[in-house]
Each structure stands twice: as structure tokens, then as C-alpha cells.
């Protein structure tokens, strides 16, 4: 196998493992050790490094594993990610895990935290809720504080208190993981056939399972393989995918309209790696402080967001600009209702900047991949033809 082949295999591997085994193998090397699971979208990772804590993504099953316990506790009628989490729990994939963070995405999410607290599924259940005020006297008191909680929270687990110089550190490895992926994106912006989608997501993915000093090299061999040429160009449009930010698309719906002649250059699939927008200053005093300014001056934008004074629509476009893509495809999981809500005005705006558009819903049901590919293709063919 060539490097880039080692690299995907084993990223396949371990992204797609349901029952995490590299993470409890990396637990299970130390006694000092604490792994805490971590729902979408984004979870600042850096506060668990620092405690020698490991943060793993929990992105549900998508089609890898059948629901049955899981829709004993779901209604029918909402996204697929909690059922699929709930399955995990109930089939001691997720025994090993200390604790469990639960971001404010949704009402979804914030009621699978209490189902984790009754069925006492690890040492501790946190709901995380964002600050939805962005002055730093208020969102940013706030945030600290919830960050607090969290770090006493794994304190409690495995007894390694929180230092400047760890945080600092931490911090600086995580900033080398979001400058490689920016530049990942960069490449493909201008040479999407030198890794396709799919494989970039494989590797972002990846990243969430496995200890950053593990993912970074990485990295590092990924970029230096696609600067050089490789692959052949074809004849595709370039798309921007936006709405797929929290529970993940299949990697069949992103073959899909990949196949139907859509490169994608930019996409919110594995948004919480590449939430911050720069790099957080990893020498200060106030590390913590740091990843909070951070959080309220250099966040992305998506549905989970209020987004009063910088909408969402103005920086969707923006995006498509600065990618130079020929068209926005909104792909949202069924039911996803921050999304879908979203969806209207997002594509009023895209109206208005006279950006073509499509948009369609995924779940579990890999026999749709056929109409999301002739839908994309015809959009690919339209835009082809006549903007």
C-alpha cells in the first residue's frame, strides 16, 4: 500500500468503530486516565487533554449498527442520533467511559442527557449549554463557568488537577490540528481530486477517537501527499454542503453526490474539529480565559447558534465566495429541526446573492442514496448548463 492507503485503512478502522476500542485501549494503558464521550457539534477538547483526559465524539450509528433497544426511547418522528446513542449505551459500547458531555444542539440532545443520568451511564452526565450572548461580561462569564464544571467534573473521575502550563500545552497541540485541516480544506479548494470528500472525512473523523498527538502526524502526511499533484480533475462543479452539522451523513450520501459530479470544497460534516477559526493563544496566563475569548470571537457559524448581529446567511455566503463554489447543496438529517428551521432564510439569502441552491434530507436508509444522486447530478448538469 502506498502512505495514503496506510493512512485511510487504518482511519476507516478506527472511525468507524462502534465499539471504540483504541480509545478504552488508551485508557486502559494508565490508571490516571479518564475518557469522556462528547456529542456534536463542538466541545472545546483542550480541557480534557489537559487533565489527561481523552474526549471522544459519540456521532451515533448512522448505518453501521441496527436500532433496536434505542426506539423503545425515541419517538419516530426525531433524528436518528439519539436512538443511535441510546443503542451504544444500552449495549455496553460506552461502559468504559468516565463521563459523557452533552452539548445544547437541541431539545433531542438535552433530554439524552437525563436518559444518561437515569440509566447512570458513566461518573457523570454534563449538559453543556452554550452562551447564546457573545459580550465576554456575560456569554463569557458564563462559558467559563460551564468549562469549570467540566474540569471538576473529570477531576472527580481521576484526581489530575488542571495546570496553566498543561492547558498551554494542550491548547498548542490543538491549535496544530485545526492549521493542518484548514490547509487540508485549502488544497482541496483549488485540487478537490487529490482526496476526495469521503477520505477527508474518514481522517477528520478519525481524529475524534484517537489522542491528538496520534492524529497530528497524520496530518502532516496527508497535506504533504495532496501538495504534490496526483488524481485527475474532472468536469464538477464545486458546492458548498451546509446543514449535516450535528448527526453525520452517511458515507454513501457523501459518495453519492460526490459520484453525481459535485467536488465538495467546503462542508459543517465534522464541524466541531474546525469550529474555531483560528489559532487560541497557547502562551497566557489565563488559558482558560483564552479559549473563551476564542469561543466568542472566532466561532463558525450553524443551526445551534443564535446568530443576531452576524446571520448565519451573510457568512454562508461569504463561505461559498471565499471557496469559489458554483452552488450551496443543504443536506439535513430527517427531523433535524434547528436545520430544517434555518433552511428558509438560508436560502433566501443564497436567493438573493444569486447563488443556486438544492436541498434534500438524509437518515439511515441507504436506499435513497439513488435519488440523492440523480438529484445532485441534475443540479451539477443545471449549473453546467446554464448559470
Same mark, same amino acid.
Given at each position: 500500500?502506498?502512505?495514503?492507503?496506510?493512512?485511510?485503512?487504518?482511519?476507516?478502522?478506527?472511525?468507524?468503530?462502534?465499539?471504540?476500542?483504541?480509545?478504552?485501549?488508551? $485508557?486502559?494503558?494508565?490508571?490516571? %486516565?479518564? @475518557?469522556?464521550?462528547?456529542?456534536?457539534?463542538?466541545?472545546?477538547?483542550?480541557?480534557?487533554?489537559?487533565?489527561?483526559?481523552?474526549?471522544?465524539?459519540?456521532?451515533?450509528? /448512522? +448505518?453501521?449498527?441496527?436500532?433496536?433497544?434505542?426506539?423503545?426511547?425515541?419517538?419516530?418522528?426525531?433524528?436518528?442520533?439519539? %436512538?443511535?446513542?441510546?443503542?451504544?449505551?444500552?449495549?455496553?459500547?460506552?461502559?468504559?467511559?468516565?463521563?459523557?458531555?452533552?452539548?445544547?444542539?437541541?431539545?433531542?440532545? %438535552?433530554?439524552?442527557? &437525563?436518559?444518561?443520568?437515569?440509566?447512570?451511564?458513566?461518573?457523570?452526565?454534563?449538559?453543556?449549554?452554550?452562551?447564546?450572548?457573545?459580550?465576554?461580561?456575560?456569554?463569557?462569564?458564563?462559558?467559563?463557568?460551564?468549562?469549570?464544571?467540566?474540569?471538576?467534573?473529570?477531576?472527580?473521575?481521576?484526581?489530575?488537577?488542571?495546570?496553566?502550563?498543561? @492547558?498551554?500545552?494542550?491548547?498548542?497541540?490543538?491549535? #496544530?490540528?485545526? $492549521?493542518?485541516?484548514?490547509?487540508?480544506?485549502?488544497?482541496?479548494?483549488?485540487?478537490?481530486?487529490?482526496?476526495?470528500?469521503?477520505?477527508?472525512?474518514?481522517?477528520?473523523?478519525?481524529?475524534?477517537?484517537?489522542?491528538?498527538?496520534?492524529?497530528?502526524?497524520?496530518?502532516?502526511?496527508?497535506?504533504?501527499?495532496?501538495?504534490?499533484?496526483?488524481?485527475?480533475?474532472?468536469?464538477?462543479?464545486?458546492?458548498?454542503?451546509?446543514?449535516?452539522?450535528?448527526?453525520?451523513?452517511?458515507? /454513501?450520501?457523501?459518495?453519492?453526490?460526490?459520484?453525481? &459530479?459535485?467536488?465538495?470544497?467546503?462542508?459543517?460534516?465534522?464541524?466541531?474539529? %474546525?469550529?474555531?477559526?483560528?489559532?487560541? +493563544?497557547?502562551?497566557?496566563?489565563?488559558?482558560?480565559?483564552?479559549?473563551?475569548?476564542?469561543?466568542?470571537?472566532?466561532? #463558525?457559524?450553524?443551526?445551534?447558534?443564535? =446568530?443576531?448581529?452576524?446571520?448565519?446567511?451573510?457568512?454562508?455566503?461569504?463561505?461559498?465566495?471565499?471557496?469559489?463554489?458554483?452552488?450551496?447543496?443543504?443536506?439535513?438529517?430527517?427531523?433535524? +429541526?434547528?436545520?430544517?428551521? =434555518?433552511?428558509?432564510?438560508?436560502?433566501?439569502?443564497? =436567493?438573493?446573492?444569486?447563488?443556486?441552491?438544492?436541498?434534500?434530507?438524509?437518515?439511515?436508509?441507504?436506499?435513497?442514496? $439513488?435519488?440523492?444522486?440523480?438529484?445532485?447530478?441534475?443540479?451539477? =448538469?443545471?449549473?453546467?448548463?446554464?448559470?
Amino acid at each position: 500500500m502506498n502512505p495514503l492507503n496506510n493512512i485511510l485503512t487504518y482511519c476507516n478502522e478506527v472511525a468507524f468503530d462502534m465499539n471504540f476500542t483504541k480509545a478504552k485501549q488508551w $485508557k486502559a494503558a494508565a490508571t490516571d %486516565r479518564a @475518557l469522556i464521550g462528547f456529542l456534536p457539534i463542538y466541545f472545546p477538547r483542550e480541557i480534557t487533554h489537559a487533565v489527561n483526559g481523552l474526549a471522544v465524539g459519540l456521532l451515533g450509528v /448512522g +448505518d453501521r449498527k441496527q436500532i433496536i433497544k434505542g426506539d423503545a426511547y425515541y419517538q419516530s418522528y426525531i433524528c436518528h442520533l439519539p %436512538r443511535g446513542i441510546i443503542e451504544l449505551a444500552l449495549d455496553n459500547s460506552l461502559d468504559a467511559f468516565d463521563g459523557f458531555i452533552f452539548p445544547s444542539i437541541c431539545d433531542c440532545v %438535552r433530554n439524552l442527557s &437525563g436518559m444518561f443520568k437515569l440509566a447512570e451511564k458513566g461518573k457523570f452526565q454534563r449538559y453543556f449549554d452554550y452562551p447564546q450572548n457573545f459580550d465576554a461580561l456575560i456569554g463569557g462569564v458564563f462559558y467559563g463557568q460551564e468549562l469549570n464544571k467540566i474540569i471538576e467534573d473529570t477531576y472527580q473521575v481521576n484526581g489530575v488537577k488542571l495546570t496553566t502550563e498543561n @492547558l498551554n500545552h494542550s491548547i498548542a497541540l490543538y491549535n #496544530t490540528n485545526r $492549521k493542518l485541516i484548514r490547509e487540508i480544506y485549502n488544497i482541496r479548494q483549488e485540487y478537490p481530486w487529490r482526496l476526495s470528500a469521503v477520505d477527508t472525512y474518514t481522517i477528520l473523523r478519525a481524529g475524534l477517537v484517537i489522542p491528538v498527538e496520534e492524529h497530528n502526524p497524520m496530518l502532516e502526511e496527508v497535506v504533504e501527499i495532496i501538495s504534490e499533484e496526483r488524481g485527475e480533475p474532472m468536469d464538477n462543479i464545486r458546492v458548498v454542503i451546509t446543514g449535516s452539522f450535528c448527526e453525520q451523513p452517511p458515507l /454513501g450520501l457523501i459518495k453519492s453526490i460526490e459520484m453525481a &459530479g459535485c467536488y465538495i470544497v467546503d462542508d459543517d460534516f465534522m464541524l466541531g474539529s %474546525r469550529w474555531i477559526q483560528g489559532d487560541i +493563544d497557547a502562551h497566557t496566563e489565563d488559558p482558560l480565559g483564552a479559549l473563551t475569548h476564542a469561543y466568542l470571537t472566532d466561532s #463558525t457559524f450553524s443551526s445551534a447558534m443564535y =446568530d443576531v448581529g452576524n446571520p448565519k446567511g451573510k457568512r454562508l455566503v461569504s463561505l461559498v465566495r471565499d471557496r469559489n463554489a458554483d452552488g450551496v447543496i443543504f443536506s439535513a438529517a430527517s427531523f433535524c +429541526d434547528p436545520a430544517l428551521l =434555518d433552511r428558509p432564510e438560508l436560502q433566501k439569502t443564497c =436567493d438573493e446573492a444569486g447563488i443556486p441552491h438544492i436541498n434534500f434530507q438524509y437518515h439511515e436508509n441507504t436506499g435513497q442514496f $439513488k435519488v440523492i444522486k440523480e438529484q445532485a447530478g441534475t443540479f451539477s =448538469d443545471s449549473i453546467k448548463l446554464w448559470a
